[in-house]
């Protein structure tokens, strides 16, 4: 009882640590969080909310940062999701369907070209699509998808890492921590293991 006690004490401790605005954060194994793994913890722990695709700017349903976007395309229909740069900086895109055509528009409709982008990452397997755009502040974006076969596709939007605003920094909901406390347990479980 004492151990199950001890550990959830850790458990605790580590999530306010992880979690806190004040310090490098860290998961994956313990490096520093890069826009990378926290894409992939998002695409593997969510949450996971339905995100309704629109026909066009005026339409598109709004994504949320941190959190594992689910959207529902039809077979070559174009659809949008939005955001709002809330900071300025880096924003990555990360999707689990390689076969996913992604791009994206500013509120014009002018295309905007990625810094980057990618198939893969090194720090998980999910991510099948990649892309990084440097954008200004206060502004909405499109992005633009479309697949070949009917299907679900998730998408992550991750804001500039080195923000902290309300919308735009490293916040969790309740989900998003509690995946975060499971890899917390998960470490004070191993811990526990190897003592």
């Known amino acids: 009882m004492r151990l199950f006690v001890y550990l959830a004490l850790a458990s605790s401790l580590l999530l306010f640590v992880a979690c806190s605005d004040d310090h490098d954060h ?32 005026t339409s598109a349903g709004e994504a949320a940062f941190h959190s594992a976007s689910k959207v529902a395309l039809e077979a070559g229909k174009t659809v949008y999701i939005r955001f709002g740069s809330k900071d300025e900086g880096e924003y990555g895109i990360f999707s689990d369907s ?5 791009a994206l528009e500013d509120s014009s409709g002018a295309a905007v070209s990625p810094t980057a982008a990618a198939a893969s990452v090194s720090v998980c397997s999910q991510v099948k699509l990649k892309q990084l755009y440097d954008l200004p502040a206060s502004s909405t974006y499109y992005i633009k998808l479309t697949l070949a ?10 804001p500039p890492l080195t923000s902290h605003s309300d919308d735009g920094g490293h916040q969790h909901d ?22």
């Not at 076969?149 to 991750?158: E, F, K, N, Q």
């Open 98 to 102: 390689a076969d996913l055509q992604l």
């Open 26 to 57: 860290t998961h994956d194994g313990g490096g520093v969080l890069t826009v990378d793994n926290h894409g992939c913890d998002h695409l593997q722990y969510g949450p996971f909310p339905n995100v309704a695709a629109g026909a066009d700017h």
């Open 149 to 158: 076969a009917a299907a679900t596709v998730t998408v992550v939007i991750v």
């Open 174 to 195: 309740d989900a998003g921590d509690a995946a975060h406390a499971h890899e917390d347990a998960q470490v004070a479980s191993d811990a526990a293991s190897d003592g």
